[in-house]
């Protein structure tokens, strides 16, 4: 099994910036994407950013140019950084990986880190 810890969270205002980080342990094989995913109260998950394993990025349109999503393949890590945030940008971030060992596919979530924008 894979195991996902993410870390970074906690309370900023409005306009400021946090880094968010996962890593991943475990069982891993081979990374394929690695992402992140949030959540707002009353909310459904939403996606925020994914990198593949060729380095290729996919982002919300919505936070294009303010989230830059980058790995670190050597260490198990994905990271997020968030700037000019915003109150609407409070949620709960979930980081998400998938990969393949011994030819057999899994993915795995984080537990989760709670960001809030607030002045």
């Known amino acids: 099994q894979v195991q996902l810890v993410e870390s970074g969270g906690g309370l900023v205002q409005p306009g400021g910036s946090l880094r968010l980080s996962c890593a991943a342990s475990?069982?891993?094989?081979?990374?394929?994407?690695m992402g992140w995913y949030r959540q707002a109260p009353g909310k459904e998950r939403e996606l925020v950013a994914v990198?593949?394993?060729?380095?290729?990025?996919n982002y919300a349109d919505s936070l294009r140019g303010r989230f830059t999503i980058s790995r670190d393949t050597w260490k198990n890590m994905v990271y997020l950084q968030m700037n000019s945030l915003k109150p609407e940008d409070t949620a709960v971030y979930y980081c998400?990986?998938?990969?393949?060992?011994?030819?057999?596919?899994?993915?795995?979530w984080g537990q989760g880190t709670l960001v809030t924008v607030s002045s």
């Open positions: 475990g069982n891993i094989g081979s990374i394929n994407t």
């Open positions: 998400k990986m998938t990969g393949r060992r011994l030819g057999n596919a899994w993915d795995a």
């Open positions: 990198v593949n394993s060729f380095g290729m990025t």
